[in-house]
């Protein structure tokens, strides 16, 4: 897992090891402030829901936004939460699989996309990963936030997708 969150930290991401639902909570509430976030929308998968990642965002004052609604809405948003299918530690790259509860917008179009998961995500290659997820319809690649360099080679971080990516793991129960 080290190895995974150092390489998500060369890209420009943010991680963050989590131990328990509590302490996810408060970090919820760090990144609302420090990201200023007034509207979310969250995947609607189990996990998610038993974190309780809308609830806490609701009573942090965010409003939510439904992960199916139009693609204009969604990209109204400053932050969109995702669970993870499969990370690959040597790259620091997360796949996402889309479903119609797991939208792929909800990674794409908001400002700050925020990725939550365990450890039984990690697979050693890219082979693997994506031989567990041949049934998706869709997949997402996310290697740190969105960036772009113009021709004199100027980076530019948020151009063509999130301006800030959070990785957390939760630890698991």
Same mark, same amino acid.
């Given at each position: 897992m080290a190895l995974l969150l150092g %390489?998500?930290?060369?890209? *420009?991401g @943010? /991680?963050?090891r989590l131990a328990s639902r509590d302490e996810?909570? @408060?970090a919820l509430a760090e990144l609302v402030k /420090? %990201? $200023?976030v007034k509207r979310a929308t969250v995947w609607?998968?189990? $996990?998610? +829901?038993?974190?309780g990642v809308g609830e806490t965002l609701k009573a942090l004052g965010v409003e939510l936004v439904p992960a199916q609604a139009d693609k204009h809405l969604v990209a109204t948003c400053e932050l969109g939460v995702t669970g993870v299918d499969a990370a690959l530690p040597e790259t620091g790259t997360l796949l996402l699989c889309s479903s119609p509860e797991r939208p792929r917008v909800v990674s794409l179009l908001p400002r700050v996309h925020l990725a939550i998961f365990? *450890? +039984?995500v990690l697979w050693p290659d890219l082979h693997q990963a994506f031989a567990e997820a041949k049934d998706a319809g869709y997949s997402v690649l996310v290697t740190g936030p969105s960036r772009t360099a113009d021709i004199e080679l100027t980076l530019t971080l948020g151009v063509h997708g999130p301006k800030a990516l959070y990785a957390? @793991?939760?630890n698991e129960p």
């Open positions: %390489e998500i930290e060369k890209l *420009s @943010v /991680t963050r996810l909570g @408060v /420090t %990201e $200023d609607t998968t189990p $996990d998610l +829901a038993d974190l365990t *450890s +039984a957390w @793991v939760m």
